[in-house]
């Protein structure tokens, strides 16, 4: 969860329905919001505790949990979701607090990780710590919804990249570092 300021947290539990308006303290001093709990927020601490480096931590937590690494801070069944209304079903990214369609109400699903590239770039200029370059940068619609896209680096050789190419995500390793992240592979 995205918690720049202390209180972006409080707006995105109650937003998101995750507990009543103004009931965000007790829903979090009851430990509904950490392991055991009804919803787990931010196990690897959030930003604010990590020194804050442009959401970085939270792609490369989410990567850990969906690989099952996160070690003690290990979510049960991490899976990859994306917000989704629950009055009409539509899909939405990035999240918002309500629907951006008919304003309902909206939740977190899990979705397959599976769609096709909707566009792509390749980066000849290394940006991405343990990628050699040339390598590609896609934006991939899923499968789920035409219109939700996501991004994330394409290991597939550049000769064989199209738009239209059926991709799955996968999580890896980068590098050295030790690091892992949702990357897209032939599906």
């Known amino acids: 969860m995205y918690d720049c300021f202390t209180y972006t947290v409080r707006a995105t539990m109650e937003g998101f329905g ?3 308006p103004g009931t965000v303290g007790e829903f979090f001093a009851k430990g509904h919001a950490t392991h055991g709990g ?14 804050y480096i442009h959401r970085l931590n939270h792609h490369y ?15 049960t069944d991490a899976r990859l979701a994306v ?13 918002t607090e309500t629907c951006r369609h008919c304003a309902g ?21 290394a940006t991405v710590p343990g990628h050699q370059v040339p390598y590609a940068v896609a934006l991939v619609e899923l499968a789920e919804q035409a219109d939700i896209r996501i991004t994330g680096v394409v290991r597939v050789p550049l000769d064989e990249i199209r738009v239209g190419l059926p991709v799955k995500a996968d999580v890896v390793t980068v590098g050295d570092s030790g690091q892992s992240v949702v990357e897209f592979i032939t599906a």
């Open 18 to 20: 995750f507990c009543e």
């Open 105 to 125: 109400p909206v939740a977190f699903e899990p979705v397959s990780g599976r769609g096709t590239i909707y566009s792509f770039i390749v980066v000849r200029q």
């Open 61 to 75: 937590e989410a990567a850990l949990q969906l690989r099952s690494q996160a070690e003690n801070r290990q979510v």
């Open 38 to 51: 009804d919803v787990v927020v931010n196990p690897h601490g959030g930003l604010l505790s990590e020194g």
């Open 83 to 95: 917000v989704r209304c629950t009055r009409c079903r539509t899909w939405q990214h990035p999240p």
